[in-house]
């Protein structure tokens, strides 16, 4: 459904993406991670038609974005970062519009289906300028939904949104994503962990990492590391820990836990909880760490800006 | 063609949501009402102790269509800066309309609201001929009102295309009242000094083709002079926006 290769964009003298390659599948959501200034928002609009890559190759549903802009433009629903709306016009009358710029048939019934699917069907006759932003997220939602889209493209689609709105919406992206094909952009790394097929990492404009969110995480791991808290002093604890064989990484937390690592494939958490009751401690927690998507994104972009 | 009138049609009724459509059309029949009804009054007085004269239509047009050399860029000013300012130039480059398609739906919005002003002061020839027996020249007004339709269309063709080059919508109104204040004024100016190039500064003037037709002489150059802008005008505005996609 999307296919990028070789993709560069130049803004004058400034690289904004360097040569991507990545595609998405029909019923895949695939989340774009990185930084602000990254290029996420430059790939976004390549990918809608909005402008021309300065080198290499996109197709969107089967169609170049240069060649066949507009047969791409009919297929791509575009939700931008900025969700630009005309305030001065009513819900229904904008979303009307927008509606008979695609000849959708039946455009009222489409337009009243699309209020439905985003929760705005009792704010029709509002006028978007007196929306709430979360609202106005969701007109902006229901515009890129309007004509069924084969692609949708969302550029930070829950930011501004409050808790029970982001829930919704997520859940909303999920059930377009099983049919559809989502690229979406977020710098919310749960967001992208939870909602998300794959993940593209991107920084300084260029893809660092690409792959399923438990994949990056096993593929950055390598070991696994633990937090045990007992009641009494984490120094002699830590001391106790680290007699156990196969442990290493001993380090005491501010907060008297104690953190320790082992390889991965061989849980040292049984030998390790009966050294500490056999040293008499009460055994408060043992918990695992596993790397969020956030430690790995800060790895993988502070790794690039190093080289 | 579809997407131009839809275009349009929004535009159209976008004047109406604020106060612009109201002020315009105020600052143009206000004035001529009573410029017209000055005109009626000086015509009695006269056929009172002479014959008398037949006060003509084109005396009015006349004058509207130095008022809008005021008012064509207050119309024009925003249709693609406030677009490009608001970011919802973002949504019309993503939506399936060539930028042509955009440009050309601004300027016809515009000139259908000029349209319902002209339609408006249709009035006043239509009081005067009751006033003048057999009837008054039809064929001058016709003449007239189409001088008007094609300075208008002239003049919003011209201000959408700056109004594309712009994201502030006061810098897009001055230069439009600047562009047409020079083609409709001095151009023409040097043209008594200039005796080898006077005709070609002649020609360029809006005025004179204008001053042509409200006085009853339609010219194929005329035409061609007006659409030749009006074409100008919006290959402007449209390259203009194809310029932003590749910034």
């Known amino acids: 459904m999307i296919k990028v290769s070789g993709l560069t964009k130049d803004y004058g003298a400034r690289r904004a993406i360097h040569n991507l390659n990545f595609d998405a599948q029909q019923g895949e959501i695939v989340g774009f991670l990185g930084p602000n200034g990254a290029g996420k928002t430059t790939t976004m609009r390549i990918l809608t038609g909005y402008m021309p890559p300065s080198d290499g190759e996109a197709l969107v549903a089967g169609y170049d974005v240069v060649e066949e802009s507009l047969e791409v433009r009919k297929r791509v629903g575009y939700l931008p970062e900025s969700v630009p709306l005309y305030h001065d016009m009513a819900v229904f009358d904008y979303l009307k519009y927008m509606g008979e710029l695609r000849h959708i048939p039946n455009v009222d019934d489409r337009v009243d289906e699309a209020l ?17 932003k979360g609202m106005k997220q969701r007109v902006g939602l229901a515009q890129a939904l309007l004509h069924r889209p084969e692609v949708l493209i969302l550029d930070e689609p829950t930011i501004g949104l409050d808790p029970g709105q982001v829930v919704e919406v997520r859940e909303l992206i999920r059930e377009i994503g099983k049919e559809r094909t989502v690229l979406l952009s977020t710098h919310l790394l749960n967001e992208a962990q939870n909602l998300c097929d794959r993940v593209l990492i991107i920084n300084k404009g260029k893809i660092v990492a690409e792959d399923t969110t438990e994949n990056l995480q096993a593929r950055l791991l390598g070991a696994e590391r633990v937090v045990v808290r007992v009641r009494g002093e984490a120094d002699e604890l830590a001391s106790s820990i680290k007699s156990v064989k196969g442990v290493r990484k001993v380090e005491t937390l501010e907060d008297g836990g104690v953190e320790f690592e082992f390889a991965s494939g061989k849980d040292l958490r049984p030998e390790v909880a009966r050294k500490v009751i056999k040293d008499g401690y009460d055994l408060l927690e043992l918990r695992p760490l596993g790397m969020s998507l956030e430690e790995i994104f800060l790895e993988l972009t502070s790794n690039e800006s190093k080289r | 063609m579809k997407n131009i009138w839809t275009i349009a049609k929004r535009e159209y009724d976008n004047y109406f949501n604020g106060p612009l459509a109201y002020v315009v059309m105020l600052a143009v029949i206000l004035p001529l009402s009573i410029y017209f009804s000055l005109l009626l009054f000086y015509a009695q007085q006269q056929a009172l102790f002479s014959g008398g004269i037949v006060p003509e239509i084109g005396t009015v047009n006349g004058l509207f269509a130095f008022l809008m050399i005021f008012l064509s860029p207050a119309l024009t000013m925003r249709l693609l800066s406030d677009e490009a300012r608001m970011g919802t130039l973002e949504l019309m480059l993503t939506a399936p309309i060539r930028d042509a398609e955009l440009v050309v739906g601004k300027w016809l919005g515009s000139m259908l609201f000029a349209l ?20 008054i020249d039809w064929l001058a007004v016709i003449s007239s009102y189409l001088g008007l339709i094609l300075l208008f269309a002239t003049m919003l063709a011209l201000g959408v295309g700056i109004s594309a080059i712009f994201t502030n919508q006061f810098a897009a109104f001055f230069v439009t009242l600047g562009v047409v204040f020079f083609l409709y004024f001095l151009i023409g100016l040097p043209a008594s000094l200039l005796p080898q190039s006077g005709e070609v500064l002649n020609y360029l003037s809006i005025n004179n083709h204008f001053d042509q037709m409200n006085s009853g002489v339609v010219t194929l150059g005329g035409i061609v002079y007006y659409l030749s802008l009006i074409a100008f005008g919006l290959f402007t505005g449209t390259t203009a926006i194809e310029i932003r996609r590749w910034r």
């Open chain 2, 116 to 135: 319902t002003l002209l339609g408006v002061t249709l009035i006043f020839p239509i009081v005067l001929n009751n006033f003048v027996e057999p009837n």
């Open chain 1, 116 to 132: 439905d699917m985003v929760g705005l069907y009792d704010r029709a006759n509002g006028y978007i300028g007196n929306l709430s």
